[in-house]
């Protein structure tokens, strides 16, 4: 609507009395501002044509690019990749190069030469960022500190098909390459694999998210493994690439030279509308390095992963051992989001894995086929898929992410005596009948293998006080004792129903004996000599040996003794003044440290949660011995682990070497055990001789002129099984004040 007939009737009301339309709170600071209006002193916008951000970036475009400058930006565009692969937001990283926004395409198309392979190579890093960021966020377990995605790709690359990017990218390669240096075409090399590697992710894991939404008939497992390997393959080539691109540096001298108009960092402060963090650009030659170890991160994982699910005896147990190596890896977002996005594709099997476990724990396979424990393993499925989720984020979430879990796991422990109480009554005939708690015994050792895991990262967050490391060991090794004494339950109720069924054998061989020696020499007799010789030999044979015992049973053993040791060693520590208490009347108290360090165990009934007056009073009957009977203790248990890691690492190479078809997750597992042993090894090495110069210390009655402390030095010994920090306690002789 047009006002300026209305405007010119109110200025001819104006006067020298009423000058100006104002309102009511209308002020000299408002009056100065518009006397300064236009003013070309006073107005720091007078005279200055606006801009948008599209001339912005023209105005640094540039369409002479040599070669020299070419690899300079191709060097610094590797660079703000590693550091897009690393977490950073695009703005933060490619977005600040203007060669990879559409306005700059636009001035660059039509161009031949250098030119036109920057803009194909930008074109096809566009969308190779599209893809990445796909495949992340169908994964959907980043935190902001991971992966910052706020900030899209730059307009209009929807538009860009992968395909097509893809195919320019290649045409360039293939025209250009006699044109360009060893390096640039090593680099577009690279950027052909990379591109084909997360176009491969982004694909499979959509795939396999979905997946996950079809029924049981429905899921291909020999899919899901064609999946794994495709991404596994595509890594390999990645990872070649790059290494023949380092291999290219090595070989020629480069600079880190930077094209200053090429890469503008106030893109950032225009375009996003969150505040800057803080990001350490890698150098050249260390982006082409962590690029090239995520490539083989990734093929790694996926190899792995795909040994795991190829085999026909694949379980939870496996599944969780198999997830504890990924939290321990310490990937970046994107390996740990392929393969958490992978594992989607077993998401309907859980139930039938929580069942293949129990099997091969020992649980004999009719108890599992009864309506009640299908019922109950398709429960524990959907809580192993949420336990499984923790260990796919970043480790240091780990020990939170436990804590929900717990809660439905306390569940699962009343669940498995109420099922166990069923099964006895369903098979017990009258009264006085054994209980055979064969699902209490599998439950207990399943979640105390997680309370292992909780306080594991407990210790290697480095959460703890001083003063709370001995009751941090006392409750350890509790657990560690509760998971034992699960697993040898479980060992002796399989002898116990090996015994049974040779009483049984034995029993009906004694029937059959004693029919057929009644019966005459008639036809019917002779007939029956072959089930009499039968019937013989079972009554020759001798009753089954007890069964050895498990190379997981020792690896826990061994680690207990490690903590038993270490409680030993800081309960002296303790004792002897060198640690102090804090006060009773603090938040910071023992008391109160102690339930809230172990909050989330008050849901597990089995092993029940210890309080803190257990603690108080196992230190109180300890309090007779004296500190050098303390650290001998502890000496003797760390000279026990020589033997019991002995023992692992050759019961684990026996089964590995006696049995040619072993199953390959078994393999794995007695690797890692092998391997967790040797560390072990290492670290009860460390600790003998620290307890060794603390009793030489004591022994000279210098106590008062000597002192031991915490010394942070940790010992990371494999996965959730078998794995821990062990923080060693380091004497430290410091000269008399006399």
């Known amino acids: ?179 360009l240096s060893e390096e640039v075409a090593a680099i577009l090399k690279t950027r052909e694999c990379l591109h084909n590697l997360l176009d491969v992710i982004a694909t499979e894991t959509r795939e396999s998210v979905k997946s996950a ?78 690029m090239a170890d995520e490539c083989g991160r990734i093929e790694v994982l996926c190899a792995s992963l795909r040994d795991v699910v190829s085999t026909s005896e694949l379980d939870a147990d496996a599944l969780l051992s198999y997830m504890s190596t990924l939290s321990l890896s310490g990937a970046t977002v994107l390996p740990r989001s392929v393969v958490w996005a992978l594992l989607h594709g077993l998401r309907p099997l859980l139930p039938e894995l929580v069942l293949a476990s129990m099997v091969n724990r020992g649980i004999p396979i009719s108890l599992t086929q009864s309506d009640l424990c299908h019922q109950w393993a398709a429960i524990l499925g959907g809580h192993l898929w949420d336990t499984m989720r923790p260990f796919s984020v970043h480790r240091t979430r780990l020990g939170g992410r436990l804590e929900a879990v717990f809660e439905r796991w306390g569940g699962v422990m009343n669940d498995a005596a109420a099922i166990d109480a069923s099964v006895r009554d369903a098979l017990s005939a009258g009264e006085g009948q054994p209980t055979q708690q064969w699902f209490t015994y599998w439950a207990m050792a399943l979640v105390t293998g997680l309370m292992d895991t909780y306080l594991s990262v407990q210790m290697e967050m480095d959460l703890l006080a001083p003063s709370e490391i001995c009751s941090f060991y006392w409750y350890w090794d ?175 190479q026996e089964m590995i070497s006696g049995s040619p078809s072993m199953r390959p997750i078994t393999i794995l597992r007695n690797n890692q055990l092998i391997e967790s042993a040797s560390s072990l090894l290492k670290a009860s090495v460390a600790l003998s001789i620290c307890c060794m110069r603390r009793v030489q210390t004591l022994q000279q009655k210098k106590a008062e002129n000597m002192d031991a402390v915490v010394d942070k030095a940790y010992y990371v010994v494999l996965d959730r099984t078998h794995s821990a920090c062990f923080p060693v306690p380091n004497v430290v002789e410091k000269p008399s004040n006399a």
Not at 5 to 32: H, I, Q, Y
Not at 81 to 96: H, K, P, R, T, W
Not at 231 to 253: D, I
């Open 1 to 179: 609507e047009d006002i300026t007939e209305l405007c010119r009737r109110v200025a001819e009301g104006l006067d020298n009395d009423t000058p100006m339309l104002t309102s009511s709170s209308f002020s000299l600071f408002d009056s100065m501002s518009a006397v300064e209006i236009l003013d070309p002193k006073m107005d720091p916008c007078f005279g200055v044509k606006c801009s948008d951000f599209d001339d912005l970036i023209v105005s640094h475009v540039s369409s002479d690019i040599d070669a020299a400058a070419l690899s300079s930006i191709l060097r610094q565009m590797i660079v703000y990749e590693a550091a897009y692969f690393d977490g950073a937001a695009l703005l933060e990283s490619i977005n600040q190069c203007v060669y990879v926004w559409p306005q700059a395409w636009k001035v660059l198309s039509g161009c031949e030469g250098c030119a036109n392979v920057l803009t194909v190579y930008c074109k096809d890093l566009v969308v190779s960022a599209r893809l990445l960021r796909d495949a992340v966020l169908t994964a959907d377990i980043f935190e902001d500190d991971d992966f910052h995605h706020t900030s899209i790709p730059s307009a209009n690359e929807s538009e860009i098909e992968s395909s097509a990017a893809l195919e320019s990218l290649c045409e360039v390669i293939s025209r250009e390459s006699a044109n």
């Open 213 to 290: 939404k079809t029924s049981l008939e429905m899921c291909d497992i020999p899919g899901m493994a064609g999946r794994v390997s495709r991404v596994c393959e595509e890594a390999k080539r990645a990872k070649r690439s790059l290494e023949a691109l380092k291999n290219v540096l090595q070989s020629c001298s480069c600079t880190e030279g930077v094209i200053d108009s090429a890469f503008q960092p106030d893109i950032l402060k225009i375009k996003q509308n969150a505040p800057a963090r803080t990001f350490s650009m890698r150098s050249y030659a260390e982006s082409v390095s962590f």
């Open 478 to 652: 509790y657990i560690l004792s509760s998971q034992m004494w699960a697993v040898k339950k479980m060992r002796e109720l399989r002898h116990q129903m090996r015994i049974a069924l040779y009483e049984s054998h034995k029993a009906e061989a004694e029937e059959t004996l004693k029919t057929l020696s009644k019966g005459k020499n008639s036809k019917k007799s002779k007939q029956s000599s072959k089930a009499l010789k039968e019937a013989k030999k079972v009554l020759q044979q001798q009753p089954p040996p007890p069964l050895p015992v498990s190379v997981e049973e020792v690896a826990i053993t061994a680690r207990s003794q490690v903590v038993k040791g270490l409680f030993q060693v800081h309960l002296e520590l303790l004792d002897s003044g060198v640690v102090h208490s804090l006060e009773d009347n603090s938040f910071a108290s023992a008391g109160f440290r102690f339930v809230c360090r172990y909050k989330a165990f008050q849901w597990i009934h089995n092993p029940p949660p210890l309080p803190h007056s257990d603690f108080l009073k196992t230190r109180s009957q300890l309090a007779e011995r004296t500190a050098e009977q303390n650290v001998q203790n502890a000496l003797l248990h760390f000279k026990n682990i020589k033997d019991v890691v002995e023992r692992v690492k050759y019961v684990a």
